[in-house]
């Protein structure tokens, strides 16, 4: 091996007193780049509005295609509207896929999607600066539209590359603008969107640096999480039917109020999870009454409860206490509870060998670990069906994401980003050119 | 005493072994014109929308001015658009003033409201067909607008009639389109309001029959319900301050969850009377969480709660409890809960002479009553800032109101028509020339 980081970089290499000096990322690049791009749909109030399959997602693409080049990278954008950055020269091996998103919620953070990029370039940076050659080829990607927050449909460059989007192309936005349209206009080629599809087998694994979007690891005052993998999630429609009425002339046993029976079930699906720990999380965040006026005991109310969880089995079970709860408050308030899931997503698992090198790689550079879920779903869900994945996670201030006052401390960013091309490394120092095969493959 | 009744209607007189026959209201005639008012502004759906000082209360008003005319009372309208009929000749004292009002809300029922103004007319009827002399003038009056529902100035009749408009002609549809133009083109006179006033005194009690609203007396069985008082109102409006968070990303124990806080205080204001009866309703008929989104924790959420009671004591023990419980609720969840009182009415007293005289009616038709409160707003509330008043209830079928189904049996009306006219035939019998002194007048 030979130099690794950049000249002015050596006193971050690893001072180990025996063996050949092990290669930092460049914590000023990372942040500087990681800085200037969030220029790119900066809000006034302080946080980014980048959306997926706009101008400005071409614009973060193009821009971070120029540094890539510039430092000598070959950049390349599918027809998705996905950016890919390899390193020059022909092909080593199979695929070691690394990156994230560029493409945010309105009105969302600088880190979310865009801090997994930033940092997924600047290890190919290092690793071409330092001339390393690894058994496989590392590919730096930005992910287009994961949001999904200007055309509904999140993941779209995860799955195009998946071969998942045959059938979603008619996605629009609120006005019916289609994605072809927008891809079309911004640097994809709707008509050649299949092309995007990789060949089964070509991707070998992929990982992805993202902030947590939660209070666990800042809490915990443990630098980097290990993700066990993404939580699936279920939602429960759920409909209450009690009846309308006078609120001061229908005495108190006389009624039927559809909103006291929705405070119970409220009140009845949180305590699925933080009293009774049936699943992780159990959330309403949805409830609309009707007539929802003050002098009117209300006649309907809908919500939704959301439950979510790693394990197939204790989401189910979460579901399972939904319904329960729905029969019991129906039972004790005399309203009819209708409940229904409306939509869903599987516990995606991350892989044992990936986990393991994230993991050597946070313990060679001392940093303290946590394994834990992802709650929040990511493009690594998506690469799961035809690839083994891994993800790393550092802290999120205050557990706060997709808002203005998203932030993680520089330090915590650049520790990552060591930790991700560490365990890059790690890879390529196990395994037989397949980083997916490391030390086993996984499901 | 002469004759009393329609000729065809011996059938219905007491029958009192000893003393002359006590006059019943025609129960027919009474039912046709109920009937026939229930026509202007009738909605295709069965119910009645027919908006205070909009074209069809003046089409209702001029169709019973001319019901009451060619009966051979006497019609007038006032510039604010109330009705009156009275018998003819010159007054014989004190006004008994006896009614209630034609409009309705949108989609409303055919009872409430024009019942008693169809009772009233028909009790002068009686009156004046029997040529009975009363120590006092009764009249029967139909209140413009007492709904508010397309000028939102309910009460405006009543109101205009106690000399409670002066500051208030500025009251517009939700178009802007002010009383004033609605008066000018309906029949009043918006430059001559302040004529609408009665002078101070000039009302010596007023009676005011009125389906119940509600499923009391229909609980109960029984036809008659002697008004004790009509409940004072008293709307806290409550603030719930959480945190947005990822409903997927937040642990159960980390969050701010502000639609759980108000689940707990919906369920505390519904406590408040359903378990520890501090007042007689307590309810939360609003409630707005936002972001109001399924995968994210609310981060605020808005809500009304209304207590009502018929005593003031009770009332303000109700409001006192309400922020109790927000209190409660403030220290239990984290959350910031801030209320204050926005609106409220005072309970109104019934007066108990004129109880008195209904109760006493009702067991001379050996129909047996109960005394309850008024839930419900009515025009009787404000009459009683210069009057002693009286209010009589018959049941309502499943305690439906403001709505098309809302229904009392044929004989059910009947009946509070009779006890009505009792009443009145009562109050001659006991008071000195003024109805408000029959037993004693009250405050």
Chains 1, 2 share one sequence.
Not at 24 to 49: C, H, N, Q, S
Not at 108 to 132: N, P, Q, T, W
Request: charged content about 20%; hydrophobic content about 45%; overall charge negative.
């Amino acid at each position: 091996m030979t130099q690794f980081g950049s000249p002015e970089d050596t006193a971050r290499r690893d001072p180990s007193p025996a063996g050949p000096p092990v290669p930092r990322v460049d914590g000023v690049r990372l942040l500087e780049v990681l800085e200037r791009l969030g220029e790119i749909g900066a809000d006034p109030g302080g946080g980014v509005t980048r959306l997926g399959l706009g101008p400005l997602e071409e614009q973060a693409r193009t821009w971070l295609a120029g540094v890539g080049r510039s430092a000598g990278l070959v950049p390349r954008t599918d027809p998705a509207g996905n950016l890919f950055l390899r390193l020059p020269g022909p092909a080593t091996g199979p695929v070691l896929l690394i990156g994230s998103h560029v493409d945010t919620v309105v009105q969302g953070g600088r880190l979310d999607g865009a801090y997994g990029v930033v940092a997924a370039i600047e290890v190919l940076r290092v690793l071409h600066a330092g001339g390393v050659r690894l058994p496989f080829d590392p590919v730096a990607v930005a992910f287009s539209n994961e949001e999904g927050a200007l055309v509904q449909l999140p993941f779209f460059g995860s799955r195009a590359v998946c071969g998942q989007l045959a059938d979603r192309v008619g996605a629009t936005d609120r006005s019916g603008r289609g994605a072809d349209a927008y891809l079309a206009e911004h640097g994809g080629d709707p008509g050649r969107l299949a092309e995007a599809a990789w060949p089964e087998g070509s991707i070998a694994a992929y990982l992805e640096l993202h902030i947590e979007q939660g209070p666990v690891l800042e809490r915990a005052g443990i630098p980097i999480g290990v993700v066990e993998g993404i939580v699936g999630r279920t939602i429960v429609d759920i409909e209450v039917l009690g009846q309308a009425q006078h609120a001061g002339t229908t005495p108190m046993e006389a009624r039927h109020d559809a909103l006291v029976a929705a405070a119970e079930l409220v009140l009845g699906v949180r305590r699925i999870a933080a009293v009774d720990g049936v699943c992780t999380t159990a959330t309403v965040g949805f409830l609309r009454a009707a007539p929802n006026v003050t002098n009117t005991v209300p006649g309907t109310a809908r919500l939704t409860a959301e439950v979510r969880d790693i394990d197939p089995a204790r989401l189910a079970a979460g579901e399972a206490a939904v319904r329960a709860v729905c029969a019991e408050v129906e039972r004790r308030t005399g309203c009819r509870v209708r409940c229904a899931v409306s939509s869903g997503s599987a516990p995606v698992a991350t892989d044992p060998a990936l986990r393991r090198a994230i993991a050597e790689a946070a313990d060679a550079l001392g940093l303290a670990r946590l394994a834990l879920p992802s709650g929040a779903g990511h493009d690594a869900q998506i690469v799961a069906s035809v690839a083994p994945i891994g993800m790393i996670f550092v802290p999120s201030t205050g557990g706060i994401s997709h808002a203005p006052a998203e932030d993680t401390p520089p330090e915590a960013l650049v520790r990552g980003a060591d930790v991700l091309l560490r365990t890059v490394l790690r890879l390529a120092a196990t395994a037989g050119g397949d980083p997916g095969r490391g030390e086993g493959r996984v499901s």
